[in-house]
């Protein structure tokens, strides 16, 4: 490890202007390549006290062994630069974007003298017009089987198209009317290539057009009748359109653009792009991405731009192209942009309308390709048993914890307090054994408090079924029975239920963990082992997974253990807490809006859900309910007179101190079968 001092520039020598930098090992290879406005001002970022710097900056400059940089004119050029270096040198603490998959293309390759349409993959080639990326080629083929009726442009290859000129054959498409078989010379060459242009012209956009130029035709064939001419443009008419139906209309300006947004955790990000050409999306793409640098989302978002529009020019760049952040110097990107375009080029970030809500859509496909991709590595053999192993070694178990529990603490703004539990057995999700939990012990907001009565009480049911089964023969302490928590059997309604099961099947909180984690730091690990301690469990593993910046707290250690970013066993223990807090704030929203929503009958004591309805079916409204008499509630199938007496009791003293008056008409509202207004 290297002292960045003993490589440091001397004072003055570094130059206070626009250029690109880069780091070196003792190896003399380039592990870091950035740019800035200020060569003096961003490298005198990097050599600042050590304990200042982010963990990722930390670990870059102590592993390089010099520094250098080259002066540019402006910001345009260092962008460029940059670009040029990160591509030929590979840092590897520089983000780079990896496309997982090699998308497909429909090309035209307009380089030929007579061009064909073909689906193509992987390197651009010159004098090729691509369309997409599309995410399979089976919709390239479809598109392109209904569009061929219209522009019969070729499609078979070269071998094909020599062979039917050497025996003056076409090929099948060329008698079925799908290709206008310039390999035997039905068409001229410049014929057949005004067909290539208009095809492209259609796939660019400009689809009104030729459907405006068909259906006059149409009209005036049907008018000198030549029905069958007619009905073959009608059908011509009716195959391009359903080519437009296949990518939805969604910008009605017939606008060019690209939307580009970005989902990311402390360690991965993934970045979508939607391609919209004419107001319809004709291509989409995504990356996922380690985040070896300490970058933000306006870092992200420059990067992803590089990447995508480092090797295009002209139409290939949009007009516009809309991010969730801006790069941290926009106006030197848009320019990089149009000056790649030929023109100008706004970037900038949707505020509201359609392409605000296409950017919803865009987002929430980053966030399920992040969660796909974390999926995929969690759900491999190989790298699930390397992740138990990399957890055991960091956190000095015996073993490798083959069932781990995770609890997470979720409330909104101290009410409606909850917490979860997930289990993972092999480093897979076993949703059987989810268990959730109201906090009955105290009111308000503790997390700390809230996380040692969840492991009490999930420990305490655990000491209960070993004692039921006779696994438990000393007594924990404290001596005596195992006391009921505050909130106990609030887990699950079968539960009191369970301790007279026995079918062989193992209960519910009968397995203890080899790891419990719990999602936080210091303060909540020491409150899941104090839990633990004061039942007298000695046996399981106890750590905490912090957000901030994924460290993982251990009891009664003041410094944590930092995994390395590529740990596997750090995805995996993300993925678990990930699953926490999703189960607990699911929950916590469903009690929410189950409060929210809470009618006056839910005051009535012994009043299950079925009678509510029934009551509400037989009157058709609270409101005409609590106008009725006891003996006319009793009349109802199921409810004695006793309930009748409770239900009203009940609709009386929550009855509206006035009705609901609609401000704008004057109406007086009508309460709804919930005893809302509406």
């Known amino acids: 490890m290297a002292d960045p001092s003993s490589y440091r520039p001397k004072p003055g020598q570094i130059p206070d202007s626009p250029g690109v930098y880069k780091f070196r090992d003792e190896h003399r290879r380039v592990i870091y390549v950035g740019k800035a406005k200020s060569l003096r001002q961003r490298l005198a970022n990097y050599f600042q006290d050590l304990s200042g710097l982010h963990p990722r900056t930390r670990t870059m400059v102590t592993t390089a062994a010099s520094v250098e940089w080259t002066v540019v004119s402006t910001e345009v050029e260092a962008l460029q630069l940059e670009y040029s270096w990160i591509k030929e040198f590979d840092p590897r603490f520089n983000v780079k974007y990896r496309d997982d998959k090699s998308y497909p293309y429909l090309a035209v390759t307009l380089n030929e003298e007579f061009p064909r349409v073909q689906v193509m993959r992987g390197a651009k080639k010159k004098g ?17 089987d209904l569009m061929l009726r219209v522009f019969p442009v070729r499609t078979c290859s070269a071998g094909v198209f020599k062979n039917a000129a050497r025996t003056g054959r076409p090929c099948l498409l060329g008698y079925i009317g ?30 009104g057009t030729y459907i405006r130029r068909l259906e006059k035709d149409m009209m005036a064939a049907a008018e000198e009748m030549e029905y069958e001419r007619a009905a073959r443009l009608r059908d011509d008419v009716e195959a391009l359109k359903r080519a437009m139906e296949k990518s939805a209309v969604v910008l009605a300006d017939a606008t060019d653009a690209d939307l580009i947004a970005v989902a990311e955790d402390e360690l991965e990000a993934a970045v979508q792009i939607f391609h919209v050409r004419g107001g319809r999306v004709r291509g989409q793409r995504g990356w996922v991405t380690d985040k070896v640098e300490n970058v933000d989302t306006s870092g992200l978002v420059e ?17 516009e192209v809309l991010v969730p952040a801006l790069p941290e110097d926009p106006e030197a990107v848009s320019q990089w942009l149009a000056d790649r375009r030929g023109s100008q ?23 399920q390709a992040l969660g796909l991709h974390k999926t995929k590595r969690a759900s491999d053999l190989t790298t699930r048993s390397r992740a138990l192993e990399e957890i055991a070694g960091a956190l000095d178990l015996d073993t490798a914890p083959l069932r781990i529990e995770c609890f997470d603490i979720s409330h909104l703004q101290g009410d409606d307090v909850v917490a979860s539990m997930v289990v993972f057995e092999d480093g897979l999700a076993r949703k059987g054994e989810y268990r959730r939990f109201q906090i009955k012990g105290f009111e308000g907001q503790d997390d700390v408090r809230s996380m040692h009565e969840v492991i009490s009480r999930r420990f305490r049911r655990y000491l209960q079924e070993k004692e039921r089964t006779g696994e438990w023969e000393e007594t924990p302490a ?60 000695d046996d399981i593993a106890v750590c905490g997974l912090a957000k901030r910046l994924e460290e993982v707290w251990l009891p009664d250690d003041d410094d944590p253990v930092v995994l390395p970013r590529s740990s596997e066993g750090l995805y995996l223990l993300q993925r678990v807490r990930d699953e926490a807090h999703r189960f607990a704030i699911t929950y916590q929203r469903a009690k929410r809006a189950k409060r929210i929503r809470a009618s006056p009958l839910d005051a009535v004591p012994g009043l299950g859900d079925t009678r509510k309805q029934a009551l509400i079916k037989h009157f058709g409204s609270v409101k005409k309910l609590r106008q009725a008499t006891i003996e006319e509630i009793c009349e109802v199938p199921g409810i004695g007179r006793r309930t009748a007496e409770s239900v009203a009791v009940a609709l009386a003293a929550a009855a509206p101190a006035a009705p609901a008056v609609n401000t704008a008409t004057g109406e007086i509202m009508e309460e709804d079968d919930g005893g809302s207004t509406t």
Not at 479 to 507: I, L, N, Q
């Open 128 to 144: 090729v017009r691509y369309f997409g990326p599309y995410g399979h080629a089976w919709a390239i083929r479809e598109t392109v």
């Open 178 to 207: 799908k290709c206008s078989a310039p390999c035997v010379g039905r068409v001229t060459p410049e014929e057949h290539r005004e067909l290539a242009d208009d095809f492209c012209d259609f796939m660019a956009g400009r689809t």
């Open 303 to 319: 990067h992803a731009l590089q990447q995508l529009y480092g090797e295009e020019s002209g139409d290939a760049v949009p007009k």
């Open 345 to 367: 080029v706004s970037l900038r970030i949707p505020q509201r309308g359609d392409k605000k809500d296409l950017m919803v859509t865009v987002q929430r496909n980053a966030q």
């Open 478 to 537: 404290p001596t005596g029975p195992v006391p009921a928590a505050p909130g106990e059997g609030h887990e699950d309604p079968r539960a009191a239920d369970e301790s007279r099961e026995d079918d062989g099947r193992p209960k519910r909180f009968a397995y203890p963990p080899q790891l419990l984690v719990v999602d936080g730091g210091q303060p909540q690990v020491a409150a899941a082992k104090r839990a633990l301690d004061e039942l007298g469990i």
